[in-house]
């Protein structure tokens, strides 16, 4: 998956989509790390706690399994990290081309960013705590070793979630945390910054008091979100607003480039040579 474009509006404002959309240069880039908040604009919280047919927090399966993480949890922010420890256990697994629901990543018991990030956002808003998906686009290297390298961008969600007031980045819940120690024992090996779908450097956990990001870091500059593509209920809004462009691969293609993606990660895991 990747693009070439810029939306006119590229920032950190508080709206549902990225539009307008033109070649243009990149906008200077926001204080990506702990420090990281954006400050609610006009919209309120209430629009970022409706339901979506990928979603579904209205759902019996989703609204308990909130209830059950969340019952001697005190607070939202107690809450929050509560959600996201559940969702970082889940292994990391590409689904390819397909966009599951919440249920169906509960089914599967494992997903890649855009899948776990729908899973955390459905927890999230079946308590009443506003989250959105935030996509941006990353340079390929920090894929590099799961990936053949390629000299397109990545996409790549992370969730803001509003907490006391400021909307939080965090996207460590996407690779697990077994699959996270492996990833940078190996860049240790190889004496790289990025790769195997992490940063050295990244973070690996989060408190809910800032933001926490794992595939990149505020320390390498060069490998830090290129383009910002706007805020999004899901994955589905994502795709249906125009902010990116596949290229003309057929989606059958993408179910074997999974297969292959999902192969290196097992061996990854195992401490085997991926190849």
């Not at 047919?53 to 759902?59: A, R, T």
């Not at 989703?62 to 949890?73: D, G, P, S």
């Not at 959105?132 to 397109?152: D, N």
Request: glycine residues 10%; hydrophobic residues 40%.
């Amino acid at each position: 998956m990747s693009f070439s474009i810029l939306p006119r509006d590229s920032g950190f404002q508080d709206g549902s989509a990225a539009s307008g959309f033109a070649l243009a240069a990149a906008p200077s880039k926001p204080a990506y790390g702990p420090a990281y908040r954006v400050a609610p604009q006009a919209q309120s919280a209430a629009r970022w706690l409706s339901n979506t047919p990928l979603l579904q927090h209205d759902h019996p399966r989703i609204r308990l399994l909130a209830l059950k993480l969340t019952q001697l949890k005190h607070g939202a922010r107690d809450k929050a990290v509560a959600c996201h420890d559940f969702v970082w256990r889940l292994p990391f697994a590409s689904p390819g081309d397909a966009l599951p629901n919440s249920i169906d990543v509960l089914q599967a018991g494992s997903g890649d960013g855009f899948s776990k990030a729908t899973l955390f956002i459905a927890l999230l808003r079946s308590i009443d705590i506003p989250a959105r998906g935030r996509v941006v686009a990353l340079e390929p290297g920090y894929m590099r070793g799961l990936q053949q390298s390629s000299a397109t961008l990545v996409e790549h969600m992370f969730t803001e979630v509003l907490l006391d007031g400021w909307w939080l980045g965090v996207d460590t819940y996407v690779v697990d945390p077994a699959l996270g120690f492996a990833a940078r024992s190996r860049l240790v090996e190889e004496d790289r910054q990025r790769g195997w779908g992490v940063h050295l450097r990244g973070q690996t956990g989060w408190d809910g008091r800032g933001s926490s990001f794992g595939q990149f870091s505020t320390g390498d500059p060069q490998g830090l979100p290129v383009l910002d593509l706007g805020a999004f209920d899901d994955a589905q809004e994502f795709r249906k607003s125009g902010a990116q462009r596949y290229g003309a691969a057929p989606r059958r293609n993408w179910g074997i480039g999974a297969a292959l993606l999902n192969r290196r990660i097992r061996k990854l895991r195992e401490g085997a040579i991926v190849r």
